[in-house]
């Protein structure tokens, strides 16, 4: 019994370790309006893992999120999506540059009007609806509103905890534009659609409505109800149609099929992510060196056999530290001079954990060239390195000897030069003896 009990504080302990890749910090903006006590099942969630929160509400500008250009905090939730005035901290280009400065945020967006955290939407390519035309389905059947839509997770997604039931959803759709740093978590229904009725009545209103916005149909499941944006800094931005995704209501709220609800997993799910918790990435060290030696050189010369090699490592949450990661089987390197001249595959070395290597061959080509790793996988920190490094032609004493494929011209030079010679010496060395004979006097 004692050991269990010391092995139960020690699990604990290590879930109190548990927390971001880039800190712990988090202040939560949150609207005057919102109950903080009905999201208490999110905020505990949060403190389980080791985060630190501060609260504070949509009107006060005390704490700051930057004070000396420097944040605050490593981590912004802001639940205030009906508020159309947000202190100076807190607008859409202040939110803009916390991503700069390494900041996640995490934003609930509003069905109800055109607000502060809605036009930031459109900064990180989402496009809303009309303002008033919030989710709507009457798939399946149930007793609750049809603004409140049970939405099945993806089966398979890279953030997503495996086999999470149906998840309740109550705010508004957006659709995404084509941006390669969109992460779409969670779309909505097939049977769903945006409008400002909830009757089947007026369908044919929701079509007109539809082409009086200008904006087209938005309906199925091509509308996003939630989506990550993963700046190139590594920070990341997640957006969500509607805060009564994180409340403790949908939270414990069952399901027409009379089980649980995925909202408590979907809601943690989505704040590792956003907190780079999870899948969370890092290139801790980068070498190259010519084959057989072990130090880098500041030249390379051409056709010289190259060895690179890249460690990386992942962030374990549940240790709070920094491992190698051997799990990405489709890096490339590029050794790059304006265009690629070199693509190869980046692969994992067996045995050596972390550790990516390749060996190729300088092309014949010198100038200033780079190796260059850029793998950008959704859902995954993006692992970027570049290193710069000249490659020049032989000196005048490294070019070789004798090339094996001139042997036939070298054969072709020496038989000449040897058949001169003896044409030479032979010519030189005839006998003229009619000449003596003419010459001879007779007495």
Request: net charge negative; glycine share 6%.
């Amino acid at each position: 019994m004692f050991f269990k009990r010391v092995v139960a504080l020690l699990g604990l302990v290590l879930a109190a370790c548990a927390r971001s890749s880039t800190g712990d910090s988090v202040l939560v903006v949150l609207d005057s309006s919102l109950d903080k006590e009905a999201y208490s099942v999110f905020w505990d969630g949060l403190v389980d893992k080791g985060y630190s929160l501060t609260f504070r509400s949509h009107k006060d500008a005390r704490p700051a999120v930057v004070e000396d250009e420097v944040a605050q905090f490593n981590h912004v939730v802001v639940f205030a999506p009906d508020s159309k005035n947000l202190p100076q901290d807190l607008t859409p280009q202040s939110l803009v540059a916390l991503l700069d400065k390494g900041t996640n945020l995490l934003l609930a967006l509003s069905s109800k009007k055109q607000t502060t955290i809605n036009t930031l939407a459109s900064e990180f390519s989402l496009v809303l609806p009309p303002p008033g035309t919030p989710l709507i389905s009457h798939f399946p059947a149930r007793d609750t509103p049809a603004t409140v839509v049970p939405v099945p997770p993806p089966h398979a997604h890279p953030v997503l905890t495996a086999g999470l039931p149906p998840v309740w959803f109550s705010g508004v759709p957006f659709a995404y534009t084509p941006n390669p740093l969109l992460l779409p978590l969670l779309n909505a229904p097939a049977e769903a659609f945006a409008a400002d009725t909830t009757s089947d009545a007026g369908a044919d209103a929701v079509v007109e409505a539809a082409d009086r916005a200008g904006e087209g149909l938005w309906a199925g499941s091509s509308l996003a109800l939630a989506a990550g944006f993963q700046a190139t800094t590594g920070a990341r931005a997640t957006f969500v149609g509607g805060v009564e995704m994180f409340s403790n209501e949908f939270a414990q709220k069952e399901l027409p099929q009379g089980k649980l609800s995925g909202n408590k997993q979907f809601a943690q799910d989505v704040a590792s992510w956003s907190f780079q918790e999870s899948n969370a990435l890092r290139i801790d060290k980068v070498k190259h060196h010519r084959v057989n030696e072990t130090e880098p050189r500041e030249t390379y010369t051409i056709n010289d056999n190259v060895v690179f090699t890249m460690h990386v490592s992942k962030f374990n949450s549940n240790k709070d530290t920094w491992e190698p990661y051997s799990g990405i089987q489709d890096m490339q390197l590029e050794f790059t001079m304006l265009d690629p001249h070199i693509r190869t595959a980046l692969s994992p070395v067996p045995g050596q954990p972390g550790e990516y290597s390749v060996t190729f061959r300088v092309p014949d080509r010198h100038g200033v060239f780079k190796f260059i790793v850029d793998h950008k996988r959704k859902g995954w920190t993006h692992l970027q390195s570049t290193t710069v490094v000249p490659v020049v032609p032989p000196q005048h004493d490294e070019y070789p000897r004798f090339l094996s494929a001139a042997w036939p011209y070298y054969i072709g030079a020496m038989s000449t030069s040897v058949g001169f010679v003896l044409f030479s010496a032979l010519w030189l060395a005839g006998d003229d003896r009619e000449g003596k004979k003419k010459g001879i006097k007779t007495e």
